[in-house]
């Protein structure tokens, strides 16, 4: 009796694929906007990011014909989520301008556990101690990532 290992479906090893490529073009584009962020200014290193990511956006929209999906349905809703994006994205350009892109990639990691964490007090979510004990041990495996106590030491 022989053990057989389970094969990989090729759709899962094609999504593997395409989404290492896509974490690397992500890094890629930050590499070079800390690169470019030494002689431009940020707003124009920040148009400049959300144009390259508009074209494929377009492509993928007129291959399958479906530009009524671009259609804004809750203008104010809309307009409160640009605000928040530019804010988020300028300040997103202006740390890795200043701190090494691995310390900004372990900051960034850190805000979907914020979210969770104040979900209770915005939103009204209910957060059991289960979800209470992955966000803080998510926050501890953030602050291991950033080595809190080399700062103490420089």
């Known amino acids: 009796m022989s053990a057989s290992t389970p094969t990989a479906r ?3 090893i094609r999504g ?3 989404m290492v490529l896509g974490c690397a073009f992500l890094m890629m584009s930050d590499a070079v ?5 030494q002689t431009y200014p940020i707003g124009q290193i920040m148009s400049m990011r959300n144009v390259f990511v508009m074209i494929p956006i377009l492509i993928v929209v007129w291959h399958r014909n479906s530009f009524g999906d671009l259609r804004v349905k809750s203008w104010g809703g809309q307009t409160m989520r640009a605000g928040f994006h530019v804010v988020s994205a300028a300040l997103f350009v202006t740390s890795i301008t200043y701190l090494p892109l691995a ?3 372990a900051i960034a990691f850190a805000g979907p556990i914020f979210i969770a964490a104040m979900a209770p007090f915005l939103l009204g979510e ?6 209470w004990t992955a966000i803080l ?3 501890a495996g953030v602050l291991v990532m950033l080595r809190p106590t080399c700062l103490l030491y420089t």
């Open 10 to 12: 090729p759709d899962a």
């Open 16 to 18: 593997i694929g395409f």
């Open 33 to 37: 906007s800390k690169w470019l962020s």
């Open 103 to 105: 310390d900004v990639h």
């Open 126 to 131: 209910s957060v059991g101690w289960r979800r």
């Open 137 to 139: 041990i998510g926050f």
